[in-house]
């Protein structure tokens, strides 16, 4: 009685460990990508992209730029889209010039972060130099998020804008206390592997250079950050304050109007398709790992 009662224990035991893990190694086994698209609100040029890449191609999560001239805008598209997945795309410079953004805060409230004429400086380097107060940066991003969830939208993740998580000392321990404090994952802290993206590729050889990336990816959790937007004279006006980090075969607009292009690709859909590639959101991925 004993051996047998032994035997179907044994066996219990071991169908509970197979369907537990099971999935883990399903999802080990699989492809899977988050599309984030980030700038929401840079220009009108943006809404018009977020709403056909969400809508149409494979867009899966979108990061909202508060202090951005057309943040009134997309926050009016979210409320919109419920069921869209956008987080709050952290914001420190404003790079374009001509183009200068200012805090969500009055700016004498964050004078470390701020020019003499209390815009935000066009660079991260301009900005770290000058030791700005980390707990100035803690008070703006929770204005900006704040700002973000008055507005109506539904804040899903945090990530950054043009700036490292590790680029500045205290910054780091920062953005992970906000998205504990607001229970919302924070993008690049998830495992996941960076996609190279297409973003600098000249135009013609965006969708080609997309497809050959999409190919050779093995199984993991990847992300791929896309910078979309319409070709407008809104978008082409605009110019990177560091040369490097300006296109040489056309504007902004361009550019991305071709990142757009290639996230509604017939081609690239059928591609993700047949590969078995798994889109995801930062929605998804938080119930996941609180489950």
């Not at 051996?3 to 086994?29: D, E, M, N, R, Y």
């Not at 000058?130 to 940066?137: A, D, G, S, Y």
């Not at 998205?179 to 965006?206: A, C, D, H, L, W």
């Not at 504007?251 to 889109?279: F, M, Q, S, T």
Request: with cysteine; aromatic share 10%.
């Amino acid at each position: 009685m004993k051996h047998v009662f032994g035997k179907f224990f044994t066996a219990t035991v071991l169908l509970v460990l197979a369907l537990v893990f099971i999935p883990c190694a399903s999802h080990s086994q699989s492809i899977r990508m988050i599309v984030r698209g980030d700038d929401m609100g840079m220009t009108q040029g943006s809404l018009a992209a977020f709403e056909k890449a969400f809508n149409e191609g494979v867009l899966t999560s979108g990061a909202i730029q508060v202090p951005a001239p057309w943040f009134e805008g997309a926050a009016d598209l979210c409320k919109k889209n419920p069921r869209w997945c956008t987080g709050v795309h952290l914001t420190l410079c404003g790079e374009w010039i001509g183009c200068r953004w200012r805090p969500v805060l009055p700016w004498d409230k964050v004078p470390t972060m701020v020019d003499s004429d209390g815009f935000f400086y066009t660079h991260p380097d301009s900005l770290f130099s000058r030791k700005p107060n980390i707990k100035e940066i803690e008070a703006e991003f929770r204005a900006q998020i704040e700002l973000a969830k008055r507005k109506g939208i539904n804040v899903q993740y945090i990530d950054a804008h043009y700036f490292s998580y590790k680029g500045y000392p205290g910054l780091e321990d920062l953005v992970i206390k906000l998205g504990k404090e607001y229970n919302v994952p924070i993008s690049g802290m998830m495992n996941e592997t960076r996609f190279g993206g297409v973003y600098m590729t000249p135009v013609p050889q965006k969708k080609e250079s997309a497809m050959k990336q999409l190919e050779a990816l093995k199984p993991g959790l990847w992300l791929w950050v896309c910078h979309i937007g319409i070709e407008s004279p809104e978008q082409n006006a605009l110019v990177h304050s560091a040369p490097k980090d300006r296109f040489t075969d056309g504007g902004v607009g361009a550019h991305r109007a071709g990142e757009l292009a290639v996230l509604l690709d017939p081609e690239v859909k059928a591609l993700i398709k047949k590969k078995g590639i798994v889109l995801t959101s930062y929605t998804d991925l938080y119930k996941e790992k609180k489950k």
